[in-house]
């Protein structure tokens, strides 16, 4: 069966083979309660629906409008068949309880490495960040040497401050890599992108075939997994 949990996702989990990131649009405050009651509902009252699926994760957007959905499979072949036999009843049922949920995408990625907690921080992270970092046409074999040098570069003074961990993915399709970052308090991370960004720092938003950032804040609001 399926369980509700508040524990957050582990990110580096070994078996996780495929990881998996949506946005659904909902439009209110409201309606991404609704959303996330409706998801629960919908999953509580199912069996799970495969062992490959490790877990599933829902987070509400601090925008107000959008829900994140994150999905950890040992591979993707176990969510093509999710899809062609699960899928829609869920979001069938979904849509009934919330109409008119636009689902914008889906992005899929390997896990490539992480800033990893201590082993005796046992912070629960208040805030989660998501980071695209888009590359140019071409670029894709930049990636992991561009994440490498980030996580060699030394943070300014109280920069990081309040970071639990970072967790970076590649997506499948070569465009961009993904942070998902664990931060302590929405205040901590204010501080941190408020410290000036030093010249080492410099080097990394510009390295070459970085195209851009785009970062969204997060709420996680809702944890299944196998009973």
């Known amino acids: ?132 970092v888009d590359f140019e046409p071409g670029a894709a074999d930049r990636r992991g040497d561009w994440i490498d040098l980030l996580l060699r570069t030394p943070p300014g003074p109280g920069a990081h401050h309040g970071l639990i961990a970072a967790h970076f993915h590649l997506a499948t399709d070569g465009t961009h890599v993904l942070n998902y970052a664990e931060w302590e308090t929405a205040e901590a991370y204010d501080r941190a992108i408020a410290v000036p960004v030093g010249e080492e720092w410099e080097r990394v938003r510009t390295y070459p075939g970085v195209k851009g950032f785009t970062g969204t804040r997060h709420h996680h609001a809702l944890g299944l997994v196998p009973e």
């Open 1 to 132: 069966m399926t369980r509700r949990t508040g524990t957050h996702p582990d990110l580096a989990h070994p078996r996780v083979g495929a990881a998996l990131f949506s946005t659904w649009r909902v439009g209110t405050p409201e309606r991404q309660r609704q959303a996330v009651e409706a998801i629960a509902h919908t999953w509580e009252r199912r069996p799970w629906p495969a062992a490959d699926l490790l877990a599933y994760h829902v987070y509400t957007g601090h925008d107000g409008e959008t829900l994140m959905h994150h999905s950890q499979w040992a591979g993707e072949q176990a969510y093509e068949a999710f899809v062609k036999t699960h899928r829609q009843e869920r979001n069938d049922e979904i849509d009934t309880a919330v109409p008119g949920i636009e689902r914008v995408g889906l992005d899929r990625y390997r896990y490539y490495r992480s800033e990893e907690r201590a082993a005796c921080d046992h912070r629960v992270p208040g805030l989660i960040v998501t980071v695209r």
